[in-house]
C-alpha cells in the first residue's frame, strides 16, 4: 500500500494535494497540473519505499557537476575555511578544527549527515562550537557542497554568551595601585583611557600618537580597521611615560594574549576582584561613553563600528547625564582646524 494518496480541492482553486495514509496530514503540491502532481506523489512514495536507492541517485545527479560531492567530508570542509584565513583569526579556526565534539562528524561524509549528527555536535560542545559548526554549514551551502540546509536557520539553538560586565573605576584603582611592574601598570592605564582591545594596546608604537593633535592612531588587529582616537591629558601623562620609539610596551607587547589575561586574573585575584577581564575595559569605556552622553557614531569611531562593546553599552537604558548646550559647545565640541582634518582624512584611505 502506498504511503501517499493524491486529491484535489476545488475550494482551494483546483490545487493538488497529498495525504499521508500514516499521519493523515494534508500537505499541497504546490501545483494545479495533474501530470506534475502524479510525478510529486510518486517522488514522494518513491522516497518513502526506497531511500537508500533515492540517496545514491541523488549523488548520482549532483556527481555530474562536483565529482568529489560524495566523497568530501568535515574535515575536508575544516581544511578549505583555514586555507582561506590569516593571523589569529587562521589561529582559532584551527582551534576550533581540534575540539572534540567534532570528532563526531569529523570523518562523516557531508551530504551523507543528518540534522542528528549536527544537534549531537551541539550538545557536546560549547558556545564556540555551535559558533563555528554554524559558519562551517553556511560555507558548505555557499560552496554548493550542501544542495539544502541540515537544520533550517531558525532551528540552531540559540548562542548564549556569559554574562561579561565592565570593569568599575574602584576595581579599576585597585589594580593600578597594587601593581608594581610599571609597564603593565601603564598597559592597564591605557586600557582604561583608550578602551581599545589588549592586543591592539599591547601592540601601540610611539610613532602612532600624533602629539600635536593628541590623537592616536592604529590599526585594529581583528580585522585592520582604521582607528583614530583623541586622548587626554590623563592618557598623554602614561604614554609620555612610555618610549620615545617603537613599541610602547616591548615586553607585554611579545606576551601571547592569553598569557596577558592571565596575568591581570592574577593581579584581580590579588585584590580579590572577581568577573572581570582586560576585555572588561572595553566594555567600560563604551559604559562611560554611554552615560556621559557620548553620541553613538563617536564611540564607533573610537572602538570600531563593529564593536559588541558600543551596541551592548548604548542598546542599554543608562541614567545618561545630558551636558548643558553651553557647557557642550565650549568644551565638548571642538572642530579641528582645516589642516588637521585633511591629516585625518588621509591617514585614513591610507
Given at each position: 500500500?502506498k504511503?501517499?494518496?493524491l486529491?484535489?480541492?476545488?475550494?482551494?482553486?483546483?490545487g493538488?494535494y497529498?495525504?499521508?495514509?500514516?499521519?493523515?496530514?494534508?500537505?499541497?503540491?504546490?501545483?494545479?497540473?495533474?501530470?506534475?502532481?502524479?510525478?510529486?506523489?510518486?517522488?514522494?512514495?518513491?522516497?518513502?519505499?526506497?531511500?537508500?536507492?533515492?540517496l545514491q541517485?541523488?549523488?548520482?545527479?549532483?556527481a555530474?557537476?562536483?565529482?568529489?560531492?560524495?566523497?568530501?567530508?568535515?574535515?575536508?570542509?575544516f581544511?578549505?575555511?583555514?586555507?582561506?584565513?590569516?593571523?589569529?583569526?587562521?589561529?582559532?579556526?584551527l582551534?576550533?578544527?581540534?575540539?572534540e565534539p567534532?570528532?563526531?562528524?569529523?570523518n562523516?561524509v557531508?551530504?551523507e549527515?543528518?540534522?542528528?549528527?549536527?544537534?549531537?555536535?551541539?550538545?557536546a560542545g560549547?558556545v564556540?562550537?555551535?559558533?563555528?559548526?554554524?559558519?562551517?554549514?553556511?560555507?558548505?551551502l555557499?560552496?554548493?557542497w550542501?544542495?539544502?540546509?541540515?537544520?533550517?536557520?531558525?532551528?540552531?539553538?540559540?548562542?548564549?554568551?556569559?554574562?561579561?560586565?565592565a570593569?568599575?573605576?574602584?576595581?579599576?584603582?585597585?589594580?593600578?595601585e597594587?601593581?608594581?611592574?610599571?609597564?603593565r601598570?601603564?598597559?592597564?592605564q591605557?586600557?582604561w583611557?583608550?578602551?581599545?582591545?589588549?592586543?591592539?594596546?599591547?601592540?601601540?608604537k610611539?610613532?602612532?600618537i600624533?602629539?600635536?593633535d593628541?590623537?592616536?592612531?592604529?590599526r585594529?588587529?581583528?580585522?585592520?580597521?582604521?582607528?583614530?582616537?583623541?586622548?587626554?591629558?590623563?592618557?598623554?601623562?602614561?604614554?609620555?611615560?612610555?618610549?620615545s620609539?617603537?613599541?610602547?610596551?616591548?615586553?607585554?607587547?611579545?606576551?601571547?594574549?592569553?598569557?596577558?589575561?592571565?596575568?591581570?586574573?592574577?593581579?584581580?585575584?590579588?585584590?580579590?576582584i572577581?568577573?572581570?577581564?582586560l576585555?572588561?575595559?572595553?566594555?567600560?569605556?563604551?559604559?562611560?561613553?554611554?552615560?556621559?552622553?557620548?553620541?553613538?557614531?563617536?564611540?564607533?569611531?573610537?572602538?570600531g563600528?563593529g564593536?559588541?562593546a558600543?551596541?551592548?553599552?548604548?542598546?542599554?537604558?543608562?541614567l545618561?547625564?545630558?551636558?548643558?548646550?553651553?557647557d557642550?559647545e565650549?568644551?565638548?565640541?571642538?572642530?579641528?582646524?582645516?589642516?588637521?582634518?585633511?591629516?585625518?582624512?588621509?591617514l585614513?584611505?591610507?
Open positions: 500500500m504511503r501517499f494518496r486529491f484535489t480541492r476545488s475550494s482551494r482553486g483546483g493538488f497529498c495525504v499521508d495514509s500514516v499521519t493523515g496530514k494534508h500537505t499541497s503540491l504546490g501545483t494545479k497540473d495533474p501530470e506534475v502532481a502524479e510525478r510529486l506523489l510518486h517522488a514522494k512514495n518513491e522516497a518513502h519505499v526506497q531511500p537508500a536507492i533515492n541517485i541523488a549523488k548520482a545527479y549532483l555530474a557537476t562536483d565529482p568529489q560531492i560524495a566523497k568530501r567530508k568535515w574535515k575536508d570542509a581544511q578549505a575555511i583555514i586555507d582561506t584565513k590569516h593571523g589569529e583569526t587562521k589561529a582559532r579556526w582551534r576550533a578544527q581540534n575540539e567534532f570528532d563526531l562528524i569529523r562523516l557531508i551530504l549527515t543528518q540534522a542528528d549528527h549536527l544537534f549531537a555536535v551541539l550538545k560549547t564556540s562550537t555551535n559558533v563555528h559548526l554554524r559558519k562551517l554549514h553556511n560555507f558548505c555557499d560552496m554548493n550542501l544542495p539544502w540546509p541540515i537544520i533550517p536557520k531558525k532551528q540552531w539553538p540559540p548562542v548564549h554568551y556569559g554574562e561579561k560586565r570593569i568599575t573605576f574602584e576595581e579599576h584603582q585597585k589594580i593600578i597594587r601593581e608594581r611592574n610599571p609597564e601598570k601603564a598597559f592597564y591605557l586600557c583611557h583608550l578602551g581599545g582591545a589588549q592586543s591592539d594596546i599591547a601592540a601601540l610611539a610613532e602612532d600624533n602629539w600635536e593628541q590623537t592616536l592612531f592604529y585594529r588587529k581583528k580585522n585592520s580597521s582604521p582607528v583614530l582616537i583623541h586622548f587626554g591629558s590623563e592618557a598623554a601623562a602614561v604614554l609620555s611615560s612610555r618610549p620609539s617603537g613599541p610602547l610596551f616591548p615586553c607585554v607587547g611579545k606576551i601571547h594574549e592569553k598569557h596577558r589575561a592571565k596575568d591581570f586574573k592574577f593581579r584581580c585575584q590579588t585584590v580579590e572577581s568577573g572581570v577581564t576585555h572588561s575595559y572595553r566594555y567600560a569605556w563604551a559604559e562611560r561613553a554611554r552615560t556621559a552622553g557620548m553620541p553613538e557614531r563617536f564611540a564607533q569611531e573610537a572602538l563600528h564593536s559588541k558600543v551596541h551592548r553599552a548604548y542598546a542599554k537604558k543608562a545618561v547625564k545630558v551636558p548643558s548646550l553651553e557642550y565650549q568644551n565638548i565640541i571642538r572642530l579641528p582646524k582645516t589642516e588637521t582634518l585633511i591629516k585625518s582624512r588621509r585614513l584611505a591610507s
